[in-house]
């Protein structure tokens, strides 16, 4: 079983940046698919971007495409999501997911089978 631990979240102003990080409890991720998903109040699940182990490719929703990136240290067991120039349509609880699936739909949320509790992001307008 992998427990997934998000950090990071807050209140930012639109334009700012955040910085959220998730790590995995009790065992490494570097053979683990890695995402972020997000939920705002009332909407639907949301991809977010996504890190494939195998190939080392990243894969971005349009929302935030050329705002945010996604990075994994596999040493430091650590997955990151830098995101810059936040929009308050950005606000939503961030949620960390991961599989260790060889062929799955980086995009949708039932293709993984870990989450974390989430994150809760703010961004004032």
């Known amino acids: 079983q992998v427990q997934l631990v998000e950090s990071g979240g807050g209140l930012v102003q639109a334009g700012g940046s955040l910085r959220l990080s998730c790590a995995p409890s009790?065992?490494?991720?570097?053979?683990?698919?890695m995402a972020w998903f997000r939920q705002a109040p009332g909407k639907e699940r949301e991809f977010v971007a996504s890190?494939?182990?195998?190939?080392?490719?990243?894969t971005y929703g349009d929302s935030v495409k050329g705002r945010f990136t996604i990075s994994r240290d596999n040493a430091k067991n650590t997955l990151t999501l830098q995101m810059n120039t936040l929009k308050p349509e950005d606000t939503a609880v961030y949620y960390c997911?991961?599989?260790?699936?060889?062929?799955?739909?980086?995009?949708?949320?039932?293709?993984?089978?870990?989450w974390g509790q989430g994150t809760q992001v703010t961004v004032s307008s």
């Open positions: 890190s494939e182990w195998s190939t080392g490719s990243s």
């Open positions: 009790g065992r490494t991720f570097g053979n683990y698919n």
């Open positions: 997911a991961a599989n260790n699936r060889k062929a799955y739909v980086v995009s949708a949320g039932r293709e993984y089978d870990y």
